[in-house]
């Protein structure tokens, strides 16, 4: 099993959506977070005096899959998330050793 976690930008998140819906995936965390990367955040002008943005909002996806779709889903996340500015991202696919449905108490493949 991989979890599949990338970071977005905002705007990006429905057209994600629907790239992981078209391929079959059933569920994703989306979580608001901030942060900055190659950009260093950016300027600012409020009220007429110009300030810094150190940390820019940014949408964060988890999306849990199997080892055969990982690729897959991956791939969909940067189509759809790619607008090809500064500022489009990550994506980390990250092993999962074990994980459990709280529910019904399956675990592995069948809890994703």
């Keep these: ?3 599949i976690e990338a970071i977005i930008q905002p705007h990006r998140l429905e057209a994600v959506r629907d790239g992981l819906d078209r391929i079959g995936v059933d ?15 950016h300027g600012e002008l409020y009220r007429g005096s110009e ?14 899959t199997t080892d055969a779709k990982a690729s897959q889903v991956a791939e969909a996340v940067k189509s759809a998330a790619r607008t090809g500015q500064i ?4 994506i980390c696919v990250v092993p999962v050793q074990d994980a459990l449905r ?8 069948q809890a994703v």
């Design 27 to 41: 569920g994703m965390t989306v979580t608001e977070v901030r942060g900055f990367g190659r950009q260093k955040g």
């Design 102 to 109: 709280i529910r019904t108490g399956e675990r592995g493949e």
């Design 51 to 64: 300030y810094a943005v150190s940390f820019v909002p940014k949408i964060k996806i988890e999306v849990l």
């Design 87 to 90: 500022g489009d991202g990550k």
């Design 1 to 3: 099993m991989k979890i």
